[in-house]
């Protein structure tokens, strides 16, 4: 599902990234790429990025984490570009993680049940397209089983009596860093605003 859509006011962005960090704050290891060997990649969006880039930095098995934007049309924006909804983008969440540690199932488990992936384009009072619910794959396995878990929380919110999954799920076409001063940002800033709140829903799967 897509809530957002490319119109002639989608703004135009820039060749150039923006400057952001080289390496994570918490565990050391570097943002970009290249990474090591047998390590794969998925892109989360929950809402504002700082508590969700939290929520995976401290889960074992992950290597590292990164908050940025996707899922839109503007080529490398800016947090205040972001926050317009006009470029298409929502704050997401790189997560870098090694399968021998940690499994796929084991990371949508967290997705789906640490916030709410019912609510469109808000997550909370945090309201607009860039706080959509989002997974972004980066093979074929992974959106069969994004979509896969998506059916089966989709049966627990039904028994629950909650409503329907508006999460996009679909491959990743590019991942842009976010500014540095957010990378970590609840590391940097413990006291820092968090909106990660969930169903109360637990997830069959994992």
């Known amino acids: 599902m897509t809530l957002f859509s490319k119109t002639s006011a989608s703004l135009p962005g820039r060749d150039t990234p923006i400057a952001t ?8 290891n570097p943002l970009k790429p290249p990474f090591p060997e047998g390590l794969q990649e998925i892109v989360l969006g929950m809402g504002c990025f700082w508590g969700v880039e939290r929520l995976f930095w401290q889960t074992p098995g992950v290597f590292v984490t990164a908050a940025g934007y996707a899922g839109g049309e ?18 997401v969440v790189r997560v870098i993680y090694d399968p021998s540690q940690v499994s796929l199932a ?18 909370g009072n945090d309201i607009g397209s860039q706080y959509r619910s989002a997974i972004y794959t980066t093979d ?19 028994a629950a009596g909650r409503g329907r999954i508006t999460t996009e799920i679909r491959p990743l076409e590019t991942f842009y860093y976010a500014e540095g001063y ?3 940002y609840l590391d940097k800033n413990p006291n820092g605003y968090c909106g990660l709140k969930g169903t109360g829903v637990t997830c069959p799967i994992g």
């Open 21 to 28: 960090s080289e390496n994570h704050a918490v565990n050391g």
């Open 74 to 91: 503007t080529p490398n924006p800016t947090y205040d570009e972001t926050c317009t909804g006009r470029t298409g983008h929502t704050e």
């Open 106 to 123: 084991t990371l949508l488990q967290i997705f789906w049940e640490q916030h709410d992936p019912t609510q469109g384009n808000r997550q």
């Open 140 to 158: 074929d396995a992974q959106q069969h089983e994004a979509q896969e878990s998506a059916k089966a929380f989709q049966a627990a919110l039904d």
């Open 182 to 184: 957010h990378q970590q």
